[in-house]
C-alpha cells in the first residue's frame, strides 16, 4: 500500500497548473512586445535619418552650387539694391548669363534644377547689397531659403527641414 501512495504523490506534482501557464504566455508576449516596440523604434529612427540626410544633402548642394557661381561671377543683375527677390541672374566668367530662380517649390538656375523633387523648397530670397547702395561697393548677395521633404506622410512625423542662409561676395571686386 505504501508503493501506490508514493506512486499517487508523484503524479499529483508533476504536472503544470493553468496559472503557471498563463503566467508563462503573459510573460513571453510582454517579451516579444518589447522586442517589436524596439524593431520598429530601429526602423522609424533609419528612416528619419534617411530623410533628414537626403534633405541636407540637397540643400548643401544646392546652396554651394550658387556659393561658387555668385563668388566667381562678374556681375550680379538685380532689380532693386538692397530689394528682395526670388531671383537672380549673375553674369558668369565666359559673359554668358546664368538666372537662380527659386519662386516654384525649387531652386533651378536656367541649365538645370539644383534641388530634385524629393525636396520642397521655400521661402527663398536673393538680397544684393543692404540698402544703402553706394557706387563702386563691394556686391554682395544674401541667400536664404527653407529645404524640407517634399512628399512627407501625414502625421508619420517623418520629414525633415533645414534653413540655409550665408553672404557670398564676388571676388571681381
Known sequence: ?????NARMHNEGSGFTLVELLVVIAIIGIFFLSITQIFFGVIRSQSQSEITKDVKQQGDYAFSVMESMIRNAKDVTYPSCGGSDTALTITNPDNGAT???????QIASNSSSLTSTNVAVSNCTFVVNPNPCPAGAPKYVYINFTIKQANAAAGV???????YQGTVSLRTY
Open 1 to 5: 500500500m505504501q508503493q501506490c501512495n
Open 99 to 105: 538666372t537662380f530662380d527659386c519662386g516654384g517649390s
Open 157 to 163: 512625423g517623418e520629414s525633415a527641414t533645414q534653413t
